[in-house]
């Protein structure tokens, strides 16, 4: 339920372009991102080779992950990208949706998952 109403705020209260407000005009990085794990009931039937996508280590059982972005200067979250399953690496995930709608020189913060 909780991630349901997060997931609608998408498309109501995340604005990606608040990310230059009160932000240094010489700057190149506007926001620092993060993947979430959200636990889950695991998906049934149970299919072992299907199950297996779901698994987030970070809960040892089922779950999705959100990527969520927070503009550096103010702390609003300005992104929000998700649901993908718990296996989903970091960077992959990056890859298929921040890094397409960032501008040509800018760049991100985030931890070394995302390496």
């Known amino acids: 339920m909780f991630v349901e109403a997060i997931s609608l705020l998408k498309y109501k209260v995340i604005d990606f372009d608040k990310r ?3 932000a240094n005009e010489n ?8 993947g979430i794990d959200c636990r889950i ?4 039937p ?3 080779k ?3 996508q779901w698994y987030s280590h970070k809960f040892n059982g089922p779950a999705v992950k959100y ?3 927070v503009s550096i200067a103010r702390g609003d979250i300005v992104w929000i990208n998700g649901p993908y399953p718990g296996s989903a690496n970091d960077a992959a995930i990056a890859r298929d949706g921040l890094v397409q ?4 020189y800018e760049r991100f ?4 998952g995302y390496i």
């Open 20 to 22: 230059y407000c009160g």
């Open 67 to 69: 990527e969520v972005g």
């Open 109 to 112: 913060e985030a931890d070394k």
């Open 27 to 34: 700057s190149s990085c506007f926001i620092t991102v993060d």
């Open 101 to 104: 709608v960032l501008d040509k």
């Open 50 to 52: 299907i199950s297996k």
């Open 41 to 44: 009931i695991e998906p049934q």
């Open 46 to 48: 149970f299919i072992k």
